[in-house]
C-alpha cells in the first residue's frame, strides 16, 4: 500500500491535521465501490476465456490486480486520500491550510460532500504518526 508522499517526512514524528471522515482502508474501498481487477496479461490476442495461459508467450491469461493508491485517490476526486504509515486507518478530506474565512466557509461544501457519499459527518483529525 502506497502512502500519500506529502505525509511523510524525514523526521520520525510527524504531525497531521485533516478535515474529514476517518474509516478503514476496507470500508473506503467499500464505499468507492473498488475491488480486484480482472486485466488481460498480455498483450497477445486469444481466447482468453478458454486458454489460461497465452499461447504465444506463456503468460497468464489475466492477473488479478488490487486497486493501488492511484484509483482510489481518483475514485476519491475532489477530496483527497490519506492512509496513516503502517495502519488500516484512512481519511478523505482536505487539508486545512486556508483558515481564512472563506477558506472554513468551502468547508462546508466539503462538509456536504463528504457526508452524502461516506455517511459520516466529517470532523477535525489530528494526531501524530512516526514514519
Ligand atoms: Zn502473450
Not at 474529514?20 to 496479461?41: D, F, R, S, T, W
Not at 506463456?58 to 490486480?65: S, T
Not at 457519499?117 to 466529517?122: C, H, L, S, V
Not at 489530528?126 to 514514519?131: I, N, Q, V
Amino acid at each position: 500500500m502506497k502512502t500519500r508522499s506529502g505525509f511523510v517526512s524525514n523526521s520520525s514524528s510527524s504531525s497531521f491535521c485533516i478535515f474529514g471522515i476517518e474509516m478503514q482502508y476496507k470500508q473506503v474501498l467499500e464505499i468507492l465501490q473498488l475491488g480486484p481487477q480482472k486485466i488481460a496479461g498480455c498483450k497477445h490476442e486469444f481466447n482468453r476465456e478458454e486458454a489460461n495461459f497465452c499461447p504465444e508467450c506463456g503468460k497468464k491469461a489475466w492477473i488479478i490486480e488490487q486497486p493501488g493508491w492511484d484509483d482510489i485517490q481518483k475514485a476519491c476526486e475532489p477530496w483527497e486520500f490519506w492512509q496513516l504509515p503502517e495502519t488500516d486507518w484512512c481519511y478523505v478530506g482536505t487539508h486545512i491550510d486556508d483558515s481564512t474565512i472563506e477558506g472554513l466557509v468551502a468547508l462546508q461544501e466539503t462538509t456536504k460532500g463528504l457526508e452524502t457519499k461516506f455517511k459520516q459527518i466529517p470532523k477535525v483529525h489530528s494526531g501524530e504518526y512516526y514514519s
